[in-house]
């Protein structure tokens, strides 16, 4: 870390900072200046070549048309006295436009170069090679071209120009580099010396808690405006540690006087929640005492309404029974009387077949109720493990059920095959299977003549079951659906509603069952309770069905 702190000083950053703008500046200036220099050169050199090529066609003229090559020859000597001309060719145009050699000039010490019959075209204008430059200009006569120069130049003046720019270009970088080195270093230690000093300070201020120094003024705005506020912040802070001081002792006096008063209200607050638990716990046993008053209502209110539905088939066999006894004094006393008619007897005999079955048939009706009851009942007080079909058992349900939902036209659909043979405990999914069934009826269905509740029961695997119960009534709002399962939660509040229904349910199927039961429900939708449980499948073929209660 310090390492790298020391790399992004503001000396550095100075140096660098400057050093880079002023080298990239001049970087770029020498360059385009030394590209436009070169190209000048180059420009130059090009017009001088040109100029020496028109000139030497010129002067050829005359000795192309008398056909005297030795006369150009020495014409083209006056040519040693150019530095950069090394090799002229003059060549002569012959019938159908072919050319013969002509003339030619090699400078001393130059080797001569080969015809450059093949060039004419493409050496028209100045061409610049590795070491040369090269062109060929027409020899006219007139309209006519009756011959060609060649000319080829040293393009080392060129390139001795061009390092010698590149040379002068780079030594004024380096010694513009050189004083702008020197001016950085200088700037510098103008600005970092008044920092370097107030690093410094803070840094003694920071060990020895000193806040009584004060930073010195340099002349320049900014640091000067920069000590102002730190010497202002020194005084500030060295005021408020005095009066920080000053508070600590007030505090002392002040902890020590506190500690009485803390010790009495640690035992008042002790006290009051020893108060609050003893009140907690009375409170947490009145809900389970709510609670299982809730189950024992439930159990309650359908005993009253079986009891109710039981008196009934009773009732029309003990009525006829007792017409059947009236019938049967009857018959004795003709018969005894000897006035018994064959019509009588016979009259006796439909009535009483009539009545005998008017006798089974609500004497049966009655033990079927009196048996699907004794079997909610003892399910729903006893919660052991027991093989039971889950069909069998809701018909058991709703049949257990029947005095309530005569009463009203609302529509129940139970979804389960006959082959959904379980081992669990039947008593929570009665009081389960009850309770929801009540609370669509109240809360559900409170505006609706006639809604429908679909259950269905399905398996999710081996050993786990899923019971999905669906109703179109009048859903439930997104505000009561995280509250649903809490105790004492009801729309029913002062109309006969307890608020443990939907809570019975959760506590059966989350600790009885040891499932899971969620919500999903939109209001004026309807509402879909899921619950998963697990339990033991069972092969139907392996069990005998006259064994289910």
Same mark, same amino acid.
């Given at each position: 870390m310090?390492?790298?702190?020391?790399?992004?000083?503001?000396?550095?950053?100075?140096?660098?900072?400057?050093?880079?703008?002023?080298?990239l500046?001049?970087?770029?200036?020498?360059?385009?200046?030394?590209?436009?220099?070169?190209?000048?050169?180059?420009?130059?050199?090009?017009r001088?070549?040109?100029?020496?090529?028109?000139?030497t066609?010129?002067g050829?003229?005359? @000795?192309?048309?008398?056909?005297?090559?030795?006369?150009?020859?020495?014409n083209?000597?006056?040519?040693?006295?150019?530095?950069?001309?090394?090799?002229?060719?003059?060549?002569?145009?012959?019938?159908?436009?072919?050319?013969?050699?002509?003339?030619?000039?090699?400078?001393?010490?130059?080797? %001569?170069?080969?015809?450059?019959?093949?060039q004419?075209?493409?050496?028209?204008?100045?061409?610049?090679?590795?070491?040369?430059?090269?062109?060929?200009r027409?020899?006219?006569?007139?309209?006519?071209?009756?011959?060609?120069?060649?000319?080829?130049?040293?393009?080392?003046?060129?390139d001795?120009?061009?390092?010698?720019?590149?040379?002068?270009?780079?030594?004024?970088?380096?010694?513009?580099?050189?004083?702008?080195?020197?001016?950085?270093?200088?700037?510098?230690?103008?600005?970092?010396? @008044?920092?370097?000093?107030?690093?410094?300070?803070?840094?003694?201020?920071?060990?020895?808690?000193?806040?009584?120094?004060?930073a010195?003024?340099?002349?320049i705005?900014?640091?000067?405006?920069?000590?102002?506020?730190?010497?202002?912040?020194?005084?500030?802070?060295q005021?408020?540690?005095?009066?920080?001081?000053?508070?600590?002792?007030?505090?002392?006096?002040?902890?020590?006087?506190?500690?009485?008063?803390?010790?009495?209200r640690?035992?008042?607050?002790?006290?009051?929640n020893?108060?609050?638990?003893?009140t907690?716990?009375?409170?947490?046993?009145?809900?389970?005492?709510?609670?299982?008053?809730?189950?024992?209502?439930?159990?309650?209110?359908?005993?009253?309404?079986?009891?109710?539905?039981?008196?009934?088939?009773?009732?029309?066999?003990?009525?006829?029974?007792?017409?059947?006894?009236?019938?049967?004094?009857?018959?004795?006393?003709?018969?005894?009387?000897?006035?018994?008619?064959?019509?009588?007897?016979?009259?006796?005999?439909?009535?009483?077949?009539?009545?005998?079955?008017?006798?089974?048939?609500?004497?049966?009706?009655?033990a079927?109720?009196?048996?699907?009851?004794?079997?909610?009942?003892?399910?729903?007080?006893?919660?052991?493990?027991?093989?039971?079909?889950?069909?069998?058992?809701?018909?058991?349900i709703?049949?257990s059920?029947?005095?309530?939902?005569?009463?009203?036209?609302?529509?129940?659909?139970?979804?389960c095959?006959?082959?959904?043979?379980?081992?669990s405990?039947?008593? @929570?999914?009665?009081?389960?299977?009850?309770?929801?069934?009540?609370?669509?009826?109240?809360?559900?269905?409170?505006?609706?003549?006639?809604?429908?509740?679909?259950?269905?029961?399905?398996?999710?695997?081996?050993?786990?079951?899923?019971?999905?119960?669906?109703?179109?009534?009048?859903?439930?709002?997104?505000q009561?659906?995280?509250?649903?399962?809490?105790?004492?939660?009801?729309?029913?509040?002062?109309?006969?509603?307890?608020?443990?229904?939907?809570?019975?349910?959760?506590?059966?199927?989350?600790?009885?069952?040891?499932?899971?039961?969620?919500?999903?429900?939109?209001?004026?939708?309807?509402?879909?309770?899921?619950?998963?449980? %697990?339990?033991?499948?069972?092969?139907?073929?392996?069990?005998?069905?006259?064994?289910?209660?």
């Amino acid at each position: 870390m310090a390492s790298y702190t020391k790399f992004l000083s503001i000396k550095r950053l100075i140096i660098w900072v400057v050093m880079a703008i002023t080298s990239l500046t001049l970087i770029l200036s020498s360059g385009v200046h030394l590209y436009s220099q070169i190209s000048t050169y180059q420009q130059t050199l090009e017009r001088v070549v040109t100029t020496f090529a028109e000139m030497t066609a010129l002067g050829a003229l005359e @000795p192309i048309m008398r056909d005297d090559g030795l006369d150009e020859e020495h014409n083209l000597e006056m040519l040693v006295a150019s530095k950069v001309i090394e090799n002229v060719h003059i060549y002569k145009v012959i019938e159908q436009s072919s050319l013969d050699f002509f003339a030619s000039y090699n400078k001393a010490g130059i080797a %001569p170069v080969k015809a450059q019959f093949d060039q004419i075209n493409t050496l028209s204008q100045p061409t610049v090679s590795a070491s040369a430059i090269e062109i060929i200009r027409p020899i006219r006569n007139g309209e006519d071209v009756v011959g060609y120069v060649y000319l080829r130049a040293s393009a080392d003046i060129l390139d001795n120009l061009i390092i010698q720019s590149i040379v002068s270009t780079v030594s004024v970088v380096l010694i513009c580099l050189l004083i702008c080195f020197f001016l950085t270093l200088r700037l510098q230690r103008a600005v970092t010396a @008044p920092i370097n000093d107030l690093v410094k300070l803070v840094q003694r201020i920071s060990r020895q808690r000193d806040y009584s120094s004060r930073a010195e003024l340099y002349g320049i705005k900014e640091m000067d405006v920069f000590g102002a506020a730190f010497n202002n912040m020194l005084q500030r802070t060295q005021a408020h540690m005095e009066r920080q001081t000053e508070a600590e002792a007030q505090q002392v006096q002040l902890n020590l006087s506190l500690e009485g008063k803390v010790q009495q209200r640690t035992m008042a607050l002790k006290e009051a929640n020893n108060e609050l638990i003893q009140t907690l716990e009375k409170l947490h046993q009145f809900q389970r005492q709510m609670v299982q008053n809730e189950k024992m209502a439930s159990l309650g209110d359908m005993v009253a309404g079986v009891a109710h539905e039981v008196n009934t088939p009773i009732g029309l066999g003990v009525t006829a029974s007792t017409m059947m006894l009236d019938r049967l004094s009857d018959v004795r006393k003709s018969f005894e009387d000897k006035t018994l008619k064959a019509s009588s007897l016979e009259k006796f005999i439909a009535e009483g077949e009539e009545n005998l079955n008017i006798i089974y048939r609500n004497l049966n009706r009655a033990a079927e109720l009196i048996s699907s009851f004794k079997q909610v009942a003892v399910d729903q007080s006893l919660e052991n493990n027991r093989v039971f079909s889950f069909s069998r058992l809701m018909d058991e349900i709703l049949m257990s059920m029947r005095p309530k939902l005569k009463k009203i036209k609302h529509q129940i659909n139970v979804h389960c095959a006959d082959n959904v043979v379980i081992e669990s405990k039947a008593g @929570p999914i009665n009081q389960i299977m009850i309770n929801l069934i009540m609370n669509s009826i109240i809360h559900g269905f409170e505006f609706v003549d006639k809604g429908v509740i679909d259950i269905t029961i399905k398996f999710v695997d081996d050993a786990e079951i899923c019971i999905e119960f669906t109703d179109n009534g009048k859903g439930i709002s997104e505000q009561m659906q995280p509250r649903i399962f809490d105790p004492f939660v009801t729309t029913k509040r002062g109309q006969g509603g307890s608020g443990l229904g939907m809570h019975l349910v959760y506590n059966l199927v989350t600790q009885a069952l040891n499932g899971s039961i969620s919500i999903v429900s939109e209001e004026g939708k309807g509402v879909l309770f899921r619950i998963l449980f %697990p339990i033991k499948k069972v092969d139907i073929d392996k069990v005998d069905t006259d064994s289910f209660g």
